[in-house]
């Protein structure tokens, strides 16, 4: 039974993303799994080869994505490799904005370069979105490509006068009613997907200074949006964002680690990690306040406890059942 | 045009000479015009054709028309005067048309080629006599069967002409009589026909034995075909009819597919065991020549897919004969034909394969009978040792088990290979304009799951080691590629969840390991998102199917649980709905396991699940949140402590209440939010999961309904004002605006929470305190203020009628506020016509009922004038054509004329006052064609007025001029002058009936009173008089020996009267009889 159990834990899966934080973290869970062979370093670091070896059309996907004009054929894409995976939508159909938003692994291995090259960000609750503003409405999709509403907003191509188009990875809280913005694919036009993280967050971080509106409710800006800092990744620059309770962004959710090269690519992606605040105070051992540990589900282990249950059981167990069901 | 209308009159004028090619012109312009010119032709021959003296032109039409239009334009008159006026033609003008029509008949059907190519023009001639037959023949005609008996000998096309006419007759006396005739009239046909059979027989024989002609010895087959279900038994087996059939018409093609009918329809009588060596030889024989047909190691699938329309009926034919033949007499050929019931089973196997649901329909009906009565001999018991141990499956004991050993195994195989699909999804887009997926419930593809699943769970129960063998190799089959696709991977996972629950516990768990195992590693070598999304849902759905072992097996179904969450943010298409369907499944099994604590758990799996909602669902659309809802919804319903399970409701609606309570702040301030058309759509949503909560927690959800409840009835308030204040600004095509449709769903939504709750709950104390007096002054002023009908919901009515059905007799100090806010005004939308406003028609009267059944003394408690206009209402419902509102009208009117008996008093003036009046209207409905569907509750509520009257319960005259009459008189006087009454009102609505008619009718009604389904006949035998017109002659309606019938059932009537002491009135009882 306990076989059972752990192949169907590992080896049922659609998409075989590894590291996908849809399932639990690899220390955390009771079974290793299968399709974390090729550890995370060595695949980050072929992340990045490929970025710089693969010269990539971003201009033409982001213009695709903004004006929904998906007729284009695909033939000046076949030379992308096939890790990368990354092919823009063929048909104009409802869901054409499906799995374009660029999602995290759990951060396993922490990098050697973990406090130079990395960078992290708050991330409180919400509905990861992607939210396209262009030809003079702002459409937010959820990431199967549901359109889930639309309204008007100043985002550049956001609102009835504007010609312009404007693409942000987004977060919607409910409960405050606003976006949080993690991250821009293109801005007025100008497509931001082939550009390094460190530079799409100067970028965003500095439109949003430009123009406060932006975060402010209004008749004409029917939602907030509220982009969320950067820190380069000390340990003190950590607990400093766990710590920090008056902010719009708190309660966290976990922590989002951005490789500074990274481009922004759909799709899971090793230079992005992430992590619940309980388990901060283990794999990057930094302090964690006691709120955030008490949330921690009961059924979670850490490593030690869990290697040293997992013996325990092995070796009195005879397993009766287990002897019956290899009859 | 005007030219055309000119023309036209002198048709209609029948001094002048019929104008034959003015007619046919017209005819012509009826089928090949257009427009205006078309509508005044068929004006002209619909006037034409109604017109009394119309038939006395059919002969000259018949005769010069060369157009086969005006020929049938023709028939048709003479049709209609047949059936209604045929009686009150004089009897000269009948003989004439009746040699005419033989005459024509002859004429056209004598020559092979006229008959040939006039075919339509004859069968509506032969129509048309046996209309003219079913008036005339036995008494006016008593010569017609030895009359077509000798004239078929003339020539053989006109033989067969009459054997079409022959075959006509038998399916309009045995198979369409019931309604079309009187049942005393079609007795008297079928009787006639049986004792002239021995003629049409010889004749049928004669064709058979010696005719050359295809064509001929053809309709001769169909025409015995039909004769074969009601002949006397004796020409059947007791003379050469089967070995003919067998021998000489089965092997030839050309008559194989009727042959075998009619094989078949002798298999399927029912006779004595007189007959036992009749029927092994008929099997025996027709096995012997089917084997010579079609060897039996032919693949008929193959042969099916191939063949032709005959062919594939002969397929279809032959699983019919083998099924019925199995059925009918199986334990007699199981003891005498054991070779042939082999070989026969071997065709059914191999006709089971063919790919033709309809064919595979028939013979699953055989299979799922054969192995439920195999299962019987000796059904499942649970055995001491457990099953494993020993090895053995549980076939041994019976003999016939062995004999059908080897079939059933193939049959096993042939099952699980076309498992028909469990569930049928549908996505639509509901009147809100939301895109749903819907369940289906009754479909055809359901049904078939349905009885395959229970033929193989008795298979399975005959056999489990042979089902398990058969599933585990076909599943290896999918591993090693051979039949992977995922067609046979569906319909193998259908079939392996189909049979959950039919192997003990041990087996059926070694068996689940071994298939998730393998499904497994299927998923894990497969490579692709679309298969391994397959795979996945193919693993869910089984592991889905056995609850039973997940309910064994915490560790394994908290995995499987993790994965479906897992799955909730898969983006593949179908997966997360996968996800969510297998969820609620599994937490509608398994619920309790979710808020108990586990071995090697801290805590109850619950309190994970509602700590990580937000994250688990963050990627749901809204639909698939209200199911996740509904399913967490079920695991804290299991939760029996009320103190553990207020705090896991709480935390439960925790986000929805978050945000609710956002919006009803922001109102607060500023009551324009809730114009706000986000904001409306996520209260709609809010309430949405409400609902599901509700749905899965049962009465417990009271903890969360009460802290929303006076919020929701504001916001419902306000909801309506929005929509009406928009109605009265833009008029009524607003409500077609996305903003108002979000706000009624507001509406709606509320008011189906409310109702669901309180149907559900299980203290009608505390509703009735606390919920029902706010939701009264809220939503019922509402519904009465509201200025445009349109607006209101119906479903305020449907709400109220949950609450008066749910809290009963509780309510009646209710019901007179609900009258005074719904009556009036919803009577007023719905009395003007019989379609506007359906669904609050519908709800109207279902509230009428709910209030009838349970508050019937506020019913009383009304002043008379409501009353009035209470009963007025019922009557109006049972005038309806829409057959639902009908149907709650005739149940309403039954149970409160029940309901009045109870209360002496208070009936006697409801007798006095609407008695009449009621009978009258009921009558109304029962002569009208368009509300026949409904005679069986007419004729109970009929049967019972007269019962009241005839047994005395009505102690007051209802003859209005003679209002005082002695006590003891009171009864007879009262059924007389009822009887009278009806009578009377029968014959101002059919002059044309005699008064030999009326009276055994009206006799009829009382006699039959106590006998629903006498009752009803009786009345649907009314029904067909009044159709015609009799005239003078009612001879053929036998009303006599009808009399003598009802008189009959009059003395039954009273002699179970008189088995029960006191029934009867001691004035009534014989002398002798009285000590």
């Known amino acids: 039974m306990d076989n059972l159990i752990g192949s169907l834990e590992s080896s049922l899966s659609v998409s075989t993303e590894p590291c996908s934080t849809a399932i639990a973290h690899p220390r955390f869970s009771q079974f290793k799994s299968k399709t974390w062979k090729i550890n995370q370093e060595e695949r980050r670091r072929k992340t990045l080869e490929n970025q710089k070896q693969n010269r990539y059309d971003y201009y033409n996907h982001c213009r695709r994505l903004a004006e929904s004009d998906f007729s284009v054929d695909e033939e000046c894409l076949s030379e992308t490799q096939e890790e990368m995976e990354w092919l823009p939508p063929k048909t104009k159909t409802p869901r054409a904005y499906r799995d374009q938003i660029m999602l995290s692994e759990w951060l396993d291995e922490v990098p050697a370069d973990f406090e130079t090259s990395w960078l992290a960000m708050p991330c409180p609750v919400g509905k990861r979105c992607l939210v396209v503003a262009s030809r003079g409405w702002t459409r937010v999709y959820s990431k199967s490509g549901y359109l889930i509403t639309e309204f008007q907003s100043f985002l550049p191509g956001g609102f009835r006068q504007s010609s312009d188009s404007t693409i942000l990875d987004c977060l919607w809280n409910e409960l405050k009613q606003c976006y949080f913005v993690l991250d821009v694919l293109s801005w007025s036009r100008v497509p931001l997907l082939g550009c390094e993280a460190e530079f799409r967050f100067y970028w965003l971080h500095g439109k949003f200074s430009e123009q406060p509106e932006f975060g402010v409710k209004s008749d004409k800006n029917r939602y907030p949006f509220i982009p969320l800092p950067t820190k380069s990744c000390t340990k003190g620059n950590i607990e400093d964002l766990l710590m920090m309770e008056k902010q719009s962004w708190s309660p966290l959710d976990g922590l989002l680690f951005y490789h500074k090269l990274g481009y922004y690519t759909p799709g899971v992606s090793p230079l992005v990690g992430w992590l619940k605040p309980f388990m901060v105070s283990e794999i990057l051992k930094a302090n964690v306040p006691e709120f955030y540990m008490q949330k921690k589900p009961l059924s979670y282990v850490n490593i030690q406890q869990h290697l040293k249950r997992k013996n325990v059981k092995e070796k009195h167990d005879g397993n009766s059942v287990e002897m019956l069901a290899k009859e | ?1075």
């Open chain 2, 1 to 1075: 045009m005007a030219t055309l209308a000119e023309q036209a009159s002198k048709l209609l004028d029948f001094d002048q000479k019929l104008d034959i090619t003015l007619l046919d012109s017209i005819v012509g312009c009826m089928y090949s015009g257009a427009g205006e010119q078309q509508r005044l032709a068929r004006d002209v021959l619909t006037t034409l054709k109604e017109h009394p003296q119309a038939w006395t032109r059919v002969d000259t039409i018949l005769e010069f028309s060369s157009n086969q239009e005006t020929k049938y334009y023709a028939l048709q008159i003479l049709e209609a005067v047949i059936k209604t006026r045929w009686k009150t033609l004089p009897r000269e003008q009948c003989e004439g048309i009746k040699k005419y029509i033989v005459g024509l008949i002859i004429k056209t059907s004598s020559e092979n080629e006229t008959a040939e190519r006039e075919k339509v023009y004859l069968s509506k001639l032969n129509m048309v006599l046996v209309l003219i037959l079913e008036r005339e023949w036995p008494k006016h005609w008593p010569s017609f069967i030895p009359d077509i008996v000798g004239a078929s000998k003339t020539n053989e096309s006109l033989c067969q002409n009459n054997m079409a006419i022959l075959k006509l007759l038998s399916e309009e006396v045995f198979d369409f009589s019931s309604g079309n005739m009187t049942q005393i009239k079609a007795k008297h046909l079928k009787d006639s026909m049986c004792s002239e059979f021995s003629q049409i027989f010889q004749l049928c024989q004669f064709v058979m034995d010696n005719s050359a002609n295809a064509a001929l010895v053809g309709s001769t087959l169909e025409t015995l075909l039909r004769f074969l279900s009601w002949v006397p038994l004796g020409y059947i087996f007791e003379t050469k009819l089967i070995t003919t059939l067998i021998f000489k018409f089965l092997n030839v093609p050309l008559f194989r597919n009727v042959t075998l009918k009619c094989l078949t329809e002798i298999a399927g009588l029912a006779t004595g065991p007189q007959y036992d060596d009749a029927f092994a030889a008929l099997f025996a024989q027709t096995m012997a020549q089917l084997e010579l047909m079609l060897p039996l190691d032919i693949n008929i699938k193959e042969a099916f897919a191939k063949g032709h329309d005959a062919e594939q009926n002969f397929i279809q034919n032959l699983a019919m004969f083998l099924c019925t033949m199995l059925r009918q007499h199986g334990p007699l050929m199981e003891r005498r034909e054991k070779g042939n019931v082999l070989k026969a089973l071997q065709y059914l196997l191999l006709i089971s394969e063919v790919e033709e649901t309809e064919i595979f329909k028939i013979c699953l009906e055989y299979w799922n009978a054969l192995a439920a009565d195999l299962y019987r001999e000796t059904p499942f018991t649970i055995p001491t040792v457990p099953m494993f141990m020993t090895k053995t499956s549980n076939t041994g004991s019976s003999a016939r088990r062995i004999f059908y050993q080897a079939v059933l195994s193939r049959l096993r195989y042939i099952i699980i290979s076309r498992m028909a699909k469990p569930e049928e999804v549908l996505v639509v887009e509901n009147e809100n304009g939301e895109v749903v997926r819907e369940f289906m419930k009754d479909t055809d593809s359901i049904n078939l799951y349905k009885n395959m699943r229970e033929t193989l769970v008795y298979l399975t129960h005959l056999d489990y080691v042979d089902a398990e063998r058969i599933m585990t190799d076909k599943l290896q089959n999918q591993v090693n590629g051979t039949e992977w696709s995922w067609k046979n991977l569906n319909t193998l996972c259908w079939a392996i969840g189909s049979i959950s629950g039919a192997m003990h516990e041990e087996d059926e768990k070694r068996f689940l390991v071994t298939v998730i195992k393998e499904l497994l590693g299927l998923c894990e070598q497969k490579k692709g998102k679309d298969n391994k999304a397959i795979i996945a849902s193919n693993i869910m759905y089984v592991v889905g199917q056995y609850p039973r072992f997940l309910r064994a097996h915490w560790r394994f179904l908290k995995t499987v649980v993790n994965k479906l969450f897992e799955f909730m943010h898969e983006t593949h298409d179908g997966v997360q709905d996968m996800a969510c369907d297998t969820f609620i499944k599994i937490a509608q099994k398994c619920r309790r396991h979710f808020v108990q604590v586990q071995a090697g758990e801290v805590t109850p799996f619950i309190e994970e699940i509602l700590s990580t909602i937000s994250t688990i669902i963050c990627d749901l659309q809204p639909q698939q949140v209200h199911t996740f809802y509904e399913a967490v919804g079920y695991m804290i319903s299991a939760q029996n402590e009320k103190f553990v399970q207020e705090p896991l409701i709480e935390r439960y609606m925790l986000l929805p209440n978050q945000v609710w309570d956002d919006i009803i702040n922001q109102a607060t301030r500023n009551v324009d939010v809730l114009k706000d058309p986000d904001a409306v759509k996520q209260l709609a949503n809010i309430l949405k999961t409400n609902v599901r909560a509700c749905k899965a927690l049962g009465h417990p959800y009271v903890s969360q309904l009460g802290r929303i409840y006076l919020d929701m009835l504001n916001v419902y308030k306000v909801m309506s004002e929005n929509i009406s204040g928009a109605i009265a600004l833009s008029g009524e095509n607003v409500t077609k605006q996305p903003l108002i449709k979000s706000m009624r769903l507001v509406k709606k939504e509320t008011l189906k929470l409310i109702s669901d709750w309180v149907s559900r709950s299980n203290d009608p104390e505390l509703v009735l305190d606390n919920f029902i007096p706010p939701l009264l002054n809220a939503v019922l002023y509402d519904y009465q203020r509201c200025a445009v009908p349109s607006a209101r919901e119906p479903e305020v009515l449907s709400t109220m009628a949950t609450i008066v059905n749910k809290l009963e007799a509780h309510t009646t100090s209710n019901v007179p506020k609900i009258f005074d806010a719904v009556f009036q005004c919803t009577l007023d939308m719905i009395n003007k016509n019989f379609e506007e406003f359906p669904e609050h028609r519908t709800n109207f009267y279902l509230l009428l009922q709910s209030v009838n059944n349970h508050c019937f003394p506020a019913f009383l408690s009304l002043p008379p004038a409501q009353f009035k206009l209470v009963l007025d209402s019922i009557i109006w419902a049972f005038k309806h054509t829409m057959r639902n509102v009908a149907d709650t009208g005739l149940d309403i009117l039954y149970q409160l004329l029940q309901n009045v008996s109870q209360h002496e008093q208070a009936a006697q003036s409801f007798y006095q006052t609407y008695y009449i009046e009621i009978l009258q209207h009921v009558f109304s409905v029962v002569t009208d064609t368009s509300h026949t569907a409904a005679l069986t509750m007419h004729a109970t509520i009929l049967a019972y007025m007269f019962t009241i009257v005839e047994m005395g319960k009505v102690a007051v005259s209802l003859n209005s001029a003679v209002p005082v009459v002695a006590p003891e008189n009171l009864a007879a006087a009262n059924v007389i002058f009822v009887q009278n009454f009806v009578a009377e009102v029968l014959h101002n609505a059919f002059p044309h009936l005699t008064q030999l008619q009326i009276k055994v009718t009206v006799e009829g009604l009382f006699n039959l009173d106590q006998d629903i389904t006498g009752f009803r006949e009786h009345l649907r035998d009314f029904l067909v008089q009044i159709k015609e017109f009799t005239g003078d002659d009612d001879s053929d309606l036998y009303l006599e020996e009808r009399e003598g019938e009802l008189r009959r059932a009059q003395d039954e009537k009273r002699k179970v009267q008189m088995s029960v002491p006191g029934i009867l009135n001691p004035h009534e009882i014989a002398e002798e009889m009285q000590d």
